[in-house]
Nanobody, 120 residues
Framework: QVQLVESGGGLVQPGGSLRLSCAAS????????MGWYRQSPGKQRELVAT???????NYADSVKGRFTIPRDNAKNTVYLQMNSLKPEDTAVYYC??????????????WGQGTQVTVSS
């Protein structure tokens, strides 16, 4: 099992930057995939970015070139660096972890979410 705690959300002006943190209760090197999702009112939760313990990353088209997903294995923390923020980035952002407990069986964990509001 793993507990995930997000932090860093808040209010930021359009064009600004914000860095979200996701602290895990265990070594993230033992977690197959970590990522960020977001959800706005009336919309489904959507993928923002993922990172594997092998170093690969994936980004949603809507954030590609603006967001990155760095990781600090020593701190058991994954970040979401958000630059050039737009009002449409406003959402609750959720940290996610997927652990393969045996071949073909994955378990997914979620953080509690952190609100990001982009507004002038």
């Amino acid at each position: 099992q793993v507990q995930l705690v997000e932090s860093g959300g808040g209010l930021v002006q359009p064009g600004g930057s914000l860095r979200l943190s996701c602290a895990a209760s265990r070594s993230i090197s033992s977690i197959n995939t970590m990522g960020w999702y977001r959800q706005s009112p009336g919309k489904q939760r959507e993928l923002v970015a993922t990172t594997s313990n092998g170093g690969s990353t994936n980004y949603a088209d809507s954030v590609k070139g603006r967001f990155t997903i760095p990781r600090d294995n020593a701190k058991n923390t994954v970040y979401l660096q958000m630059n050039s923020l737009k009002p449409e980035d406003t959402a609750v952002y959720y940290c996610n972890a997927v652990i393969q407990i045996r071949l073909g069986i994955n378990v997914t964990y979620w953080g509690q979410g952190t609100q990001v509001t982009v507004s002038s």
